[in-house]
């Protein structure tokens, strides 16, 4: 289909203006997301449109005399290609007052020539004189030339960038888009959760917050610093719906709720009562793990073993044969020999999907530009996850080929997730226990199950898990909640991390076995990780508070904990954190919901 893209010379329709034809297009260059305007030197009535849904590169396609037939010109690869480019049919040129003009012609067109990151962009608005026309607003305030789309193709052109942003219709005036940061990159690159301890990166984050984000809680303070103070006043707190309003912008599609619930009694003061002693065990010994099984293999009394295994984790040895019952790979009820038929199973399942992997061509994967990203990121992250660990250290080591390996397969498992930057962390420990690709490969699969949510583009398990920590620190210490909230952290986006990948990059990797091993008996709860965060911050919430940290000050102690905490003394006050008795009817609903499930003690 044929469409037109001009510049108006001038906002009126005045009869000399020009219409400055030109392409109009979205670029990916070296991982970041372009929109570009290039006005035509030379105009010819037969450029179009070309709407490419299975192309894999720009075409632009010039009709000339009946013996030279359409010939392709390959132009710069575009991000997306469903809606690549469009150029523009014939304009009408001013006469000029010195010969043909040309040369100041062309300076003219170039004038009108620009280019932005996404990241950029503030809002669109779109309007309707008899076509579409839209123009672009930056979030320096920068407005730039209304681009008109005389023969269609705006719609086509929003619903490609919606790829790269997320937009959404004002609230104030349906013809405005406010554009937000879309998490492509989250998806796509995850390299600094891994590395990196400087805390300068503030134009990086700028561009990138999700990815920078991950990289180090102290990285985003400059940043996020300045979006909640009003940089002439040092001191300003801006009001909470303007604060509201910047984080949805920084993760889009949150949605925080500013009033309070209906019928909710604002909560002043909650005593939870003295602290209990809370008394922990000793690891849960092959003796003891053999007692529970039955002369067919069967475990027996599973509510009393998973007691055992929160209480005290289990030791080394029992771990490989135990994690398979934890993470769903065995049934509980299943005998020896129907796990050794589940065995040769999902064995021939597995090898079936690393053969696909493993018998694609060259030529095949250089039309397979998702493939070839996720071996990429694959083979990057394969590189440098726990090589001081001894299962994964020196080179050519056959831990770090099998790791591979299962990422790959995993792709091919859950094709539509493939691979994020991160999940090598969470099979890691997985598969130094197992020692075994299949065992390894089906216990991941269920750990990512549960995990899912936290690596999808949308990020909405990351949301949730946010909202609802907040929400339990403010019940089970309100002091410190308003401590936080006064230095603009009561979101605590700086426990991201922790939430993300199970607070794999804050515990030596010894005490993320233990960690998990009582996360996965499911005891009380799904949500027991959020007691494990509100149990860290309250070890550290004294010094905090005496030394008056500020919004900068607590994101770079947060950071620095990491390979610090002590993992027996978390989960001893976590388990304070069930035994937990508050007075249900002066509680929020959800607060309730979350609750009752902790409260369904042990």
Known sequence: SCKSIFIHSSPDESEDQDLISGILRIVDKDGETLVEYKPLEDADPSNMLCACKDSSSVVEWTQ???????????????????????????????????????????????????????????????????????????????????????????????????????INESPDDESVLIVSTYCKTFSQSFENLLDDTNYGLVQKFKKDPYTTTLGGFSKVTNYLFDAFRAPELECHQRPAEEVADLLGELIPGL??????????????????????????????????????????????????????????????????EAWKFLLSYFPWNSTHEERKLLQKRKTDEYFRMKLQWKSVSEEQERRNSRLRDYRSLIEKDVNRTD????????????????????????????????????????????????????????????????MHENFEEQMQGMKTQLIQLSTLLRLLDLAFWNYLEAQDSGYLYFCFRWLLIRFKRELQFQDVLRLWEVMWTRLPCQNFHLL????????????IMDRKYGFNEILKHINELSMKLDIEEILSKSEWGILISPRSDRLPCETVALLNVIRHTI
């Open 64 to 166: 000339s005399s009946e013996d030279n037939p359409h010939r392709p010109i390959d132009h710069q690869l575009s991000y997306e290609t469903e809606w690549d480019m469009i150029n523009a049919v014939s304009f009408r040129r001013k006469a000029h007052a010195h010969g043909d003009g040309g040369s100041n012609h062309t300076n003219d067109r170039n004038k009108w020539a620009f280019s932005f990151n996404v990241c950029d962009l503030r809002s669109i608005t779109v309007k309707c004189e008899g076509w579409s026309y839209i123009t672009f607003r930056l979030k320096d305030g920068t407005a730039l030339p209304a681009i008109h789309f005389h023969q269609g193709g705006s719609t086509a052109f929003l619903d490609s960038l919606r790829k790269s942003v997320q």
């Open 255 to 320: 949605e925080i709720n500013q009033q309070e619930e209906p019928g909710f009694e604002v909560i002043t003061r909650l005593d939870l009562g003295p602290r209990p002693e809370v008394q922990r065990r000793g690891p849960v010994t092959m003796e003891e793990w053999a007692k529970y099984q039955d002369s067919e293999g069967r475990i027996t009394n599973v509510p009393h073993l998973k007691d055992l295994i929160f209480k005290g984790g289990l030791c080394h040895a029992v771990r490989r």
């Open 532 to 543: 494990v965060c509100c149990a860290i911050l309250d070890s550290e919430k004294q010094k």
């Open 387 to 450: 090589r001081n660990n001894k299962f994964y250290e020196g080179l050519d080591n056959p831990g770090l080929i099998l790791l591979h390996d299962i990422l790959m397969t995993y792709c091919m498992y859950d094709f539509d997730l493939g691979y994020v930057q991160g999940m090598s962390d969470l099979l890691s420990p997985i598969l130094f226990v197992m020692e075994n690709e299949v065992d390894a490969f089906w216990c991941f699969v269920s750990f990512m199950d549960e």
